[in-house]
């Protein structure tokens, strides 16, 4: 029994399309242009290849985020925290070595003298330096400066740190900063360090991106 012309393309097509399929992956597309039937194939190969570079894009980008959204992760690990910056001031602050500017309000020239640290208390953003030493009028006095972080706007400085911002004085008075002087500038290069990163993490105004 003969076969009709019409079963015999559909069975040409049928051979055409399983021979388009078998083409290696890289000289897809040059093979498929030189084989007839294969029109179908390249358009999808094309498509595929179009997804694929969407696709890598993509991915891409998302990488990015990831490692971006890691940052302050990495900053963790390393052992940098709020918490850490407030331990290392207690543990390099108290040993005698420090000090920190005192004017006393009471003094009509406003006299500056230093305080010796022997005591540092910190919660949160807060840091309350504690210290004694001799007034203007050469009486021995203990003195305290708190610093709220949140609200400092600027760290400066190596063995004498400028801290600029408010901060509060015994008295109850609000001074625009505190000067710490350290032994060296090496161990001043350090402390200034932690009083700006707790100035950074602490900012109020640093959700705002500016």
Same mark, same amino acid.
């Given at each position: 029994? +003969?076969?009709?012309?019409?079963?015999?393309?559909?069975? #040409?097509?049928?051979?055409?399309?399983?021979?388009?399929?078998?083409? @290696?992956?890289?000289?897809?597309?040059?093979?498929?242009?030189?084989? @007839? +039937?294969?029109? *179908?194939?390249?358009?999808?190969?094309?498509?595929? *290849?179009?997804?694929?570079?969407?696709?890598?894009?993509?991915?891409?980008?998302?990488?990015?985020?990831?490692?971006?959204?890691?940052?302050? %992760?990495?900053?963790?690990?390393?052992?940098?925290?709020?918490?850490?910056?407030?331990?290392?001031?207690?543990?390099?602050?108290?040993?005698?070595?420090?000090?920190?500017?005192?004017?006393? #309000?009471?003094?009509?020239?406003?006299?500056?003298?230093?305080?010796?640290?022997?005591?540092?208390?910190?919660?949160?953003?807060?840091?309350?330096?504690?210290?004694?030493?001799?007034?203007?009028?050469? %009486?021995?006095?203990?003195?305290?400066?708190?610093?709220?972080?949140?609200?400092?706007?600027?760290?400066? *400085?190596?063995?004498?740190?400028?801290?600029? +911002?408010?901060?509060?004085?015994?008295?109850?008075?609000?001074?625009?900063?505190?000067?710490?002087?350290?032994?060296?500038?090496?161990?001043?290069?350090?402390?200034?360090?932690?009083?700006?990163?707790?100035?950074? #993490?602490?900012?109020?105004?640093? +959700?705002?991106?500016?």
């Amino acid at each position: 029994m +003969g076969t009709s012309p019409t079963s015999q393309r559909n069975r #040409n097509e049928q051979i055409h399309q399983s021979d388009c399929s078998s083409f @290696p992956v890289r000289p897809a597309r040059r093979a498929l242009r030189n084989s @007839p +039937g294969c029109s *179908g194939h390249l358009a999808i190969l094309r498509r595929t *290849g179009a997804a694929m570079k969407i696709a890598r894009s993509w991915i891409a980008g998302l990488a990015w985020m990831t490692a971006l959204a890691a940052a302050p %992760v990495a900053s963790a690990q390393n052992g940098q925290t709020v918490a850490s910056a407030h331990e290392f001031l207690r543990m390099v602050l108290v040993r005698g070595t420090a000090e920190f500017n005192v004017v006393d #309000n009471r003094n009509t020239n406003w006299t500056r003298s230093y305080a010796t640290i022997h005591r540092i208390e910190s919660i949160g953003c807060s840091t309350t330096i504690y210290g004694a030493g001799l007034g203007p009028d050469g %009486v021995r006095r203990t003195y305290s400066r708190r610093i709220d972080w949140s609200r400092v706007s600027s760290v400066g *400085g190596r063995r004498e740190i400028w801290v600029a +911002g408010a901060v509060h004085a015994t008295d109850g008075a609000v001074l625009d900063g505190v000067t710490v002087s350290t032994e060296s500038d090496a161990i001043g290069v350090r402390i200034a360090a932690a009083m700006e990163f707790l100035r950074s #993490n602490c900012d109020s105004t640093g +959700g705002t991106g500016f």
